[in-house]
């Protein structure tokens, strides 16, 4: 991958809880459009990456460069602003907000290189919010907050969206949803860094993978690859 080409590069990133490390030197690139799965069993480490890269855990060190831009000891609102979109495995929706309330909550200016989102736009995307616009988040299905939170973070016209576990714990016909959405995204020109388990989900929308182990990158190369390589996914996907 050419280095014009890329938005995010990541290299030596260590991360901590406490004392405990949790990151041994991940490595990792994302190119312009690209979607790229990373992927591991649960505790493997990728919802820690993902808060790492989004400047959530203060005991982080490496290089993280975005766009030019070197982000490694920047907070969150900072790193939200140049750019970088997180949906996280845990939703998080206002659920006294309604689902237009929400999805203002996430609204930032357009941006240069960027998609721009508005409600009516998301709503072709998710023709299930457009039905529900003034529900409060409370009173939505799983699968419907998983919308709701992905919307909102596509409202801050990102460049790069940090994708953690979109199909974990919604129904297969959500599941559909999700991963015609990444592609849809894709087409876009949006980047994408993707956390999942679901081999099947991630050979559907992704360009190329890595896995991750114990905090450690075990496997780097095409989606591919890694769907023809059964001694790593043996060792390291299955449960």
């Known amino acids: 991958m050419r280095l014009d080409n890329t938005m995010l590069k990541v290299s030596g990133l260590n991360a901590f809880y406490?004392?405990?490390?949790?990151?041994?030197?991940v490595e990792l690139e994302v190119g312009?459009?690209?979607?790229v799965a990373l992927m591991g069993r649960n505790g493997a480490g990728k919802s820690t990456t993902m808060k790492a890269l989004m400047g959530?855990?203060?005991?982080?060190?490496?290089?993280?460069n975005f766009c030019g831009h070197d982000i490694a000891k920047l907070p969150p609102y900072r790193i939200a602003r140049l750019g970088m979109g997180f949906v996280p495995e845990d939703r998080r929706v206002f659920g006294d907000l309604s689902v237009m309330e929400n999805l203002d909550t996430g609204r930032q200016p357009p941006r240069?290189?960027?998609?721009?989102?508005?409600?009516?736009?998301?709503?072709?995307?998710?023709?299930?919010?457009?039905?529900?616009?003034?529900?409060?988040?409370?009173?939505?299905?799983?699968?419907?907050?998983?919308?709701?939170?992905v919307s909102r973070t596509l409202m801050g016209n990102p460049t790069l969206v940090l994708l953690d576990e979109p199909s974990e714990g919604v129904a297969p016909i959500i599941v559909e949803q999700m991963a015609n959405?990444?592609?849809?995204?894709?087409?876009?020109?949006l980047s994408i860094l993707l956390s999942e388990q679901n081999m099947h989900f991630a050979e559907l929308v992704s360009d190329r993978a890595y896995v991750l182990e114990k905090g450690q990158i075990r496997f780097s190369g095409t989606i591919d690859e890694l769907s023809r390589d059964e001694a790593v996914r043996r060792a390291y996907l299955s449960v």
């Open 18 to 25: 406490g004392r405990a490390q949790i990151l041994y030197d």
């Open 32 to 35: 312009r459009g690209e979607v």
């Open 56 to 64: 959530m855990l203060p005991s982080r060190h490496g290089a993280i």
């Open 112 to 149: 240069e290189n960027a998609p721009r989102w508005t409600p009516e736009k998301l709503f072709r995307l998710f023709p299930n919010l457009g039905e529900m616009p003034n529900r409060p988040g409370s009173q939505m299905s799983g699968g419907e907050q998983q919308m709701l939170t």
């Open 181 to 189: 959405m990444i592609l849809e995204l894709k087409r876009e020109g």
